[in-house]
T-cell receptor, first 112, second 118 residues
Framework: AQSVTQLDSQVPVFEEAPVELRCNYSSSVSVYLFWYVQYPNQGLQLLLKYLSGSTLVKGINGFEAEFNKSQTSFHLRKPSVHISDTAEYFCAVPSNTGKLIFGQGTTLQVKP | DAGVIQSPRHEVTEMGQEVTLRCKPISGHDYLFWYRQTMMRGLELLIYFNNNVPIDDSGMPEDRFSAKMPNASFSTLKIQPSEPRDSAVYFC????????????????FGPGTRLTVT
């Protein structure tokens, strides 16, 4: 069965500092992986996705993630965060029935 | 493209009343998902459709909840009767197949309906 674990519920960080949001997955099917972002009072939007090919995936707003098959991880990183990056971030993996399995979310709090 | 459209954006109702939430998916998308989000339980998948047919409704909390998709461009989520514990943000999302005919899994979310039941 597919599952996703986001290891941190909240990550506080100062502006311009680097950040890593951690995600571990379990999947018995072909591995596709997603990160979504939810800004306050908005719906989720796709940040980046891994389908195949290069294990380093670049997304919007300067975020990137690295697929690590041996560690079953897909951690999200940004070298320098902005106040506007304050949001909730969700890691997700598809099931074999067409739906996405979302993690519990990580709240990124960027402080000035 | 207008994206996924949900209405109303906000709904305040009294306990016991019927509530109907509406969703228009992105044109051409053949999967439609209904989610509920609360602080306590996070993001929960309620039900999803493929080509207007319900595939998995195991997340529907109880018989008070029902969802329909009469055509490819419209879906409703109905709660009857509503209860205060139904207060949440309800999201609709849609997705489609890629050019090879495989499900792309990339979901596009609407802005949500914030439901308050007093």
């Amino acid at each position: 069965a597919q599952s996703v674990t986001q290891l941190d519920s909240q990550v506080p960080v100062f502006e311009e500092a680097p950040v890593e949001l951690r995600c571990n997955y379990s999947s018995s099917v072909s591995v596709y992986l997603f990160w979504y972002v939810q800004y306050p009072n908005q719906g989720l939007q796709l940040l980046l996705k891994y389908l195949s090919g290069s294990t380093l995936v670049k997304g919007i707003n300067g975020f990137e993630a690295e697929f690590n098959k041996s560690q079953t991880s897909f951690h999200l990183r940004k070298p320098s965060v902005h106040i506007s990056d304050t949001a909730e971030y969700f890691c997700a993996v598809p099931s074999n029935t067409g739906k996405l399995i979302f993690g519990q979310g990580t709240t990124l709090q960027v402080k000035p | 493209d207008a994206g996924v459209i949900q209405s109303p954006r906000h709904e305040v109702t009294e306990m016991g009343q019927e509530v109907t939430l509406r969703c228009k998916p992105i044109s051409g998308h053949d999967y439609l998902f209904w989610y509920r989000q609360t602080m306590m339980r996070g993001l929960e998948l309620l039900i999803y459709f493929n080509n207007n047919v319900p595939i998995d409704d195991s997340g529907m909390p109880e018989d008070r909840f029902s969802a329909k998709m009469p055509n490819a461009s419209f879906s409703t989520l109905k709660i009857q009767p509503s209860e205060p514990r139904d207060s949440a943000v309800y999201f609709c999302a849609s997705s489609t197949q890629d050019l090879a005919g495989a499900h792309s899994y990339e979901q596009y979310f609407g802005p949500g309906t914030r439901l308050t039941v007093t």
